[in-house]
């Protein structure tokens, strides 16, 4: 397990150690355009500009896919601060030429080809009349605006996937209406008015695309983990997770002695941090504020639980904002403070974590101190030290005829089970699911057959 958890740690970092400043970073696009392609680009733009290289080779050659995971794509893409190149190493099919279109310059292969994006659904047919309108109507607008924004011919890029385009360079008409538009290496590259249609020119690889276009560098070479699949799903499942850890903390208090509760919440949140430090999302420091912050709140429960809250609000906040700020997708060179778009997603994932917390601990702490398990469980640790209650005579509320309203004392802790003393009877009692210290002065509020709920005297 500790093996599987280095590696897992070790390749990002790996990847990161590798590029030095003026290095020119090759990034394989390959297979399925999907959410897992995504994880593995984010990363290593990221990594590429956090470590100043000096240009991105994409090494592209890919069929397409997921057109929501292209948009994403090109919006990373077009948000990059360093120089950007495509090599389309034999295909750069339907979402992958979108991808291609968002990167500053294209080289192309000697058999390679780019284009075909029309939508289509994920049986292979067409979409309906509406939605295919739809569709195309946005995205002509993003790939125009993406290709006018990285120096490329807008009508040729919106040509890949509107059939109804006809693409005319002054009075020649490269692409007539009623087919989307594909290209091949020699077409792109084909010069008309002095400009190239689209690519820049042809590469053998991408040793010779660097020299082709003057780049001087050292070539790194990112490379993806086994783990951008994992790290894709683990994001995705970020409410649970923070659910999880909720509940589990929330247990491990209700119930000392028992440890399970305690290492599902520190798996869970460990999880969180992992799966976003391997989608490039957070570094090691905002798990170092949840750990400051999870310390104050020690700090406040141990020590000054009657006397200040100040510990435990900080502390809390710090969680919080962690949690919050590990969820934020920002780019080097962006503002600190994020965007109202950059926190909605994450706002979205606290508020379901935060809101499915209080209804399934309401629910816990209503129902769970009459399970047997957990009352076997908290008794383990209700009996304090000092004389042994072995030989005193348990008694039941319809033995001494407990009612609603009489007065006794706690004998041990209640946590939330435990024993308290009405006259000289020692009865099996149980709280509504908060503490109540020994020797604590109580009062029967509900009996139900054996069952008798107090709660503490001072707070009727």
């Known amino acids: 397990m500790l093996a599987l958890i280095c590696s897992l740690v070790a390749a990002p970092v790996h990847a990161r150690e590798v590029i030095h400043k003026g290095d020119v970073v090759v990034v394989p696009l390959r297979g399925e355009v999907a959410p897992s392609l995504l994880a593995f680009l984010r990363r290593s733009v990221k990594t590429a500009e956090t470590n100043e290289a000096s240009a991105i080779i994409f090494d592209m050659n890919t069929y397409g896919g997921r057109l929501d995971t292209a948009t994403d794509i090109v919006n990373a893409l077009n948000q990059t601060k360093i120089p950007t190149y495509t090599f389309i190493n034999t295909n750069a099919g339907s979402a992958g030429s979108l991808i291609a279109i968002a990167t500053q310059h294209i080289y192309m292969a000697p058999v390679s080809a780019i284009g075909a994006a029309a939508p289509i659904l994920p049986t292979g047919e067409d979409l309906p009349t509406t939605a295919k309108e739809k569709t195309i109507s946005y995205w002509s607008a993003l790939i125009r605006g993406s290709a006018t924004r990285n120096g490329h011919n807008p009508n040729v890029a919106e040509a890949f996937m509107n059939k109804d385009k006809e693409v005319k360079i002054g009075d020649r008409i490269v692409h007539p209406k009623g087919a989307v538009l594909t290209l091949n290496a020699q077409e792109a590259t084909e010069r008309i008015n002095g400009k190239p249609l689209l690519a820049e020119g042809v590469a053998d690889s991408v040793p010779d695309l660097a020299k082709k276009a003057g780049l001087k560098g050292n070539i790194a070479r990112i490379e993806p983990t086994g783990f951008e699949q994992i790290a894709f799903w683990i994001t995705a499942l970020a409410p649970l997770l923070l659910l999880g850890g909720i509940l589990g903390a929330y247990l491990e208090f209700k119930m000392p002695g028992v440890t399970w509760p305690g290492v599902i919440s520190a798996i869970c949140f460990a999880l969180f941090f992992l799966g976003h430090y391997l989608a490039g999302l957070a570094g090691w420091e905002v798990v170092a504020l949840f750990i400051l912050g999870m310390v104050l709140v020690l700090i406040e429960i141990l020590f000054f639980a009657h006397s200040t809250i100040v510990f435990g609000v900080v502390g809390v906040f710090l969680m919080l904002a962690s949690l919050l700020w590990t969820m934020i997708d920002r780019y080097p060179g962006q503002n600190f403070f994020p965007t109202g778009k950059m926190l909605a997603m994450p706002l979205l994932n606290m ?106 005297a001072a707070q009727i």
């Open 351 to 456: 508020f379901i974590a935060i809101i499915g917390s209080f209804i399934v601990i309401a629910l816990l702490a209503r129902y769970l101190p009459r399970t047997s398990i957990y009352r076997r469980f908290a008794l383990m640790d209700s009996s304090p030290p000092g004389p042994s209650l072995a030989g005193v005579p348990r008694q039941f509320a319809t033995a001494i005829a407990l009612t609603p309203g009489m007065q006794g004392t706690a004998v041990t802790v209640l946590r939330p089970s435990g024993k308290a003393r009405f006259a000289d009877h020692v009865v099996d009692v149980v709280t509504e699911g908060e503490f109540i210290a020994s020797q604590t002065p109580v009062t029967v509020i509900q009996t139900d057959g054996m069952r008798v709920v107090v709660k503490s």
